[in-house]
């Protein structure tokens, strides 16, 4: 007697658990550029400590050596978009691994500030560009039920490399006045890393498919969503790209606008209230404004700050395809207000513990980590059409950067004139206006395909 052979639910479910860690296995390879993102970004807060005292940097002059990365990561995101359009997400994606590796060697190697600002320049470079193309492929490549986590282990990587930056700076910085050489040499162990794992994934299906390449972008759907959803994401893909030009004109046209005005604001707001002082600068803010901290605790503290902000953006991974992300971006801009309006009354008592300082700091942190740190990341990645998407998120992180290099760059200036309480009451009035903008503007994406937001946002 013939038996037909029939799948069972165990095979069904064995294969999308076999897909969805086909995904998993790269975004986490892709996530590497996270990675290095948050270490390059965040070691100059350890490094800046002994360059100022090697080389009697002025405030300017801090404020150059910590910017000039961030200039580099306003120019890479800029011509991101020209970059992965044209030659695709993975070898661009490639090339910044190269970027990476070059300049964490050449700021060790520096032997005067001019020279150690081009070379985080070019580490810049490298950050913009992935910073750019590794959420969008991310995106371009994940069931939409799954979108949101998968996205932000993009976030959870650079808020790893920002924890693993404090701890290295910590435990580097007990070798002498040039261990800040080796605090940015280890940056191309991880570099090596990401580029030998670029080799090994595939192009974006949803990139191969817009540029014509029908078979390649099939086949690679076929191995994440299976034959059958593959050939109805094509068919999405295919109708979404034929009423699309691809071209700058489109990005800005009128039925693009307002999602593109989304994007930019989110990732200006993002930056704006003023995460990076804390990053960047938390050693000089607590050895400097906190009476009686050594260099030693100052460092601690960047670890201890590290540690809370790889905590929360555990949290907000768990909660984005649940809460959705308005939730959480509101959440977490009210958060982060009320946070930063303890600091500034704290700051304006006499004799206030230092702890109880840093416990406010250590909210505002956990508020930023749960929305406004993977938030607008996200979002610019899922709100954008297929054959724009990279010039659209090209434009929304140039405006990321910029508010970044801003804000990095007035810090010292503004603590100058206004004094830390009233630097920070500035960011604390902004997180504020960023509630009010999100909940006012921002819609939610949660747990619907890219090609069904472009079709949300068209109507």
């Given at each position: 007697?013939?038996?037909?052979?029939?799948?069972?639910?165990?095979?069904?479910?064995?294969?999308k658990?076999?897909?969805?860690?086909?995904?998993?296995?790269?975004a986490?390879?892709?996530?590497?550029?996270?990675?290095?993102?948050?270490?390059?970004?965040?070691v100059?807060?350890?490094?800046?400590?002994?360059?100022?005292?090697?080389?009697?940097?002025?405030?300017?002059?801090?404020?150059?050596?910590?910017?000039?990365?961030?200039?580099?990561?306003?120019?890479?995101a800029?011509?991101?978009?020209?970059?992965?359009?044209?030659?695709?997400?993975?070898?661009?994606?490639?090339?910044?691994?190269?970027?990476?590796?070059?300049?964490?060697?050449?700021?060790?190697?520096?032997?005067?500030?001019?020279?150690?600002?081009?070379?985080?320049?070019?580490?810049?470079?490298?950050?913009?560009?992935?910073?750019?193309?590794?959420?969008?492929?991310?995106?371009?490549?994940?069931?939409?039920?799954?979108?949101?986590?998968?996205?932000?282990?993009?976030?959870?990587?650079?808020?790893?490399?920002i924890?693993?930056?404090?701890l290295?700076?910590?435990?580097?910085?007990?070798?002498?006045?040039?261990?800040?050489?080796?605090?940015?040499?280890?940056?191309a162990?991880?570099?090596?890393?990401?580029?030998?794992?670029?080799?090994?994934?595939?192009?974006?299906?949803?990139?191969?498919?817009?540029?014509?390449?029908?078979?390649?972008?099939?086949?690679?759907?076929?191995?994440?969503?299976?034959?059958?959803?593959?050939?109805?994401?094509?068919?999405?893909?295919?109708?979404?790209?034929?009423?699309?030009?691809?071209?700058?004109?489109?990005?800005?046209?009128?039925?693009?606008?307002?999602?593109?005005?989304?994007?930019?604001?989110?990732?200006?707001?993002?930056?704006?209230?003023?995460i990076n002082?804390?990053?960047?600068?938390?050693?000089?803010?607590?050895?400097?404004?906190?009476?009686?901290?050594?260099?030693?605790?100052?460092?601690?503290?960047?670890?201890?700050?590290?540690?809370?902000?790889?905590?929360?953006?555990?949290?907000?991974?768990?909660?984005?395809?649940?809460?959705?992300?308005?939730?959480?971006?509101?959440?977490?801009?009210?958060?982060?207000?009320?946070?930063?309006?303890?600091?500034?009354?704290?700051?304006?008592?006499?004799?206030?513990?230092?702890?109880?300082?840093?416990?406010?700091?250590?909210?505002?942190?956990?508020?930023?980590?749960?929305?406004?740190?993977?938030?607008?990341?996200?979002?610019?990645?899922?709100?954008?059409?297929?054959?724009?998407?990279?010039?659209?998120?090209?434009?929304?992180?140039?405006?990321?950067?910029?508010?970044?290099?801003?804000?990095?760059?007035?810090?010292?200036?503004?603590?100058?004139?206004?004094?830390?309480?009233?630097?920070f009451?500035?960011?604390?009035?902004?997180?504020?206006?960023?509630?009010?903008?999100?909940?006012k503007?921002?819609?939610?994406?949660?747990?619907?395909?890219?090609?069904?937001?472009?079709?949300?946002?068209?109507?």
């Open positions: 007697m013939h038996v037909p052979i029939t799948s069972t639910n165990a095979e069904v479910s064995g294969a658990a076999q897909s969805l860690g086909y995904v998993v296995l790269l986490t390879t892709t996530a590497i550029s996270g990675f290095l993102f948050g270490f390059d970004t965040a100059i807060n350890g490094v800046l400590l002994l360059l100022r005292r090697q080389f009697a940097l002025s405030n300017l002059q801090t404020e150059v050596a910590a910017s000039s990365l961030l200039l580099g990561c306003l120019l890479g800029a011509g991101a978009s020209m970059i992965g359009d044209r030659y695709g997400r993975k070898k661009s994606l490639i090339a910044s691994a190269i970027l990476f590796a070059l300049s964490a060697l050449g700021a060790a190697a520096a032997n005067s500030v001019a020279l150690f600002s081009a070379a985080r320049l070019v580490g810049g470079l490298a950050i913009g560009l992935a910073s750019v193309l590794t959420p969008v492929y991310i995106a371009e490549i994940s069931p939409s039920k799954n979108r949101g986590t998968l996205v932000s282990l993009n976030q959870l990587a650079i808020v790893i490399g924890l693993f930056a404090y290295v700076s910590w435990q580097i910085a007990r070798f002498g006045e040039n261990s800040w050489r080796w605090m940015l040499a280890v940056a162990i991880p570099s090596l890393a990401f580029f030998l794992g670029l080799l090994a994934i595939p192009e974006s299906p949803r990139w191969l498919l817009s540029r014509g390449r029908h078979d390649e972008g099939e086949r690679i759907l076929a191995r994440i969503f299976g034959a059958t959803v593959a050939r109805e994401q094509v068919q999405a893909v295919e109708k979404a790209a034929a009423s699309e030009e691809g071209s700058w004109r489109e990005v800005f046209s009128l039925g693009m606008r307002k999602r593109l005005g989304v994007g930019m604001f989110l990732a200006l707001f993002c930056q704006i209230t003023g002082t804390v990053l960047y600068y938390g050693s000089i803010i607590v050895s400097e404004h906190f009476p009686g901290q050594s260099t030693s605790m100052a460092l601690i503290a960047n670890v201890i700050i590290g540690t809370v902000n790889l905590v929360f953006t555990i949290v907000a991974m768990i909660y984005l395809d649940r809460w959705g992300r308005r939730a959480i971006l509101l959440t977490a801009s009210g958060g982060m207000g009320g946070a930063l309006t303890l600091l500034v009354v704290g700051l304006n008592i006499r004799g206030i513990s230092p702890v109880l300082m840093l416990g406010a700091i250590l909210l505002y942190v956990a508020f930023f980590a749960l929305g406004m740190g993977p938030g607008p990341w996200l979002i610019i990645s899922e709100i954008f059409p297929t054959k724009v998407r990279g010039r659209a998120a090209s434009i929304a992180t140039s405006t990321l950067w910029s508010g970044t290099l801003l804000v990095t760059f007035t810090f010292l200036s503004l603590v100058k004139v206004l004094n830390l309480w009233g630097t009451a500035i960011y604390g009035s902004l997180s504020f206006v960023c509630l009010i903008y999100v909940w503007m921002v819609p939610e994406t949660k747990g619907r395909t890219l090609e069904h937001i472009q079709e949300d946002w068209g109507k």
